[in-house]
């Protein structure tokens, strides 16, 4: 599975953004979807979670409410929706997929995409 991100840019505080990840490969349906982030001299983190379905989601406290992950599986991408931006949302996201389900965990993880910029202007 290959892993194509996308959507990033710089934004305005209070702007938004939708990220897209799109995915090759026939199994894609049955992957566990997620996004992280990193920012300059931090750790990688979870940003939000969604099973095979979508019908299971799950974000990190930091952007619950604001942000909004989704999937469709007749193409093949995972989205996530960023409202309400603010400065300390800016990072390199990247998307992720698991064989197994989803975690906040990024070692968990099979397969990655090569991130995209995502900056944040107060």
């Known amino acids: 599975v290959q892993l194509q991100a996308s959507g990033g840019g710089l934004v305005q505080a209070g702007g938004s953004l939708r990220l897209s990840c799109a995915a090759s490969g026939r199994t894609f349906s049955s992957l566990g979807m997620g996004w992280f982030r990193q920012a300059p001299g931090k750790n990688r983190e979870f940003v939000a979670g969604?099973?095979?379905?979508?019908?299971?989601?799950a974000y990190a406290d930091a952007v619950k409410g604001r942000f909004t992950i989704s999937r469709d599986n007749a193409k093949n991408t995972v989205y996530l929706q960023m409202n309400s931006l603010k400065p300390e949302d800016t990072a390199v996201y990247y998307c992720a997929a698991d064989k197994t389900g989803w975690s906040i965990v990024p070692g968990v993880y099979d397969y990655w995409g090569q991130g995209t910029l995502v900056t944040v202007s107060s």
């Open positions: 969604i099973n095979w379905s979508g019908g299971r989601t």
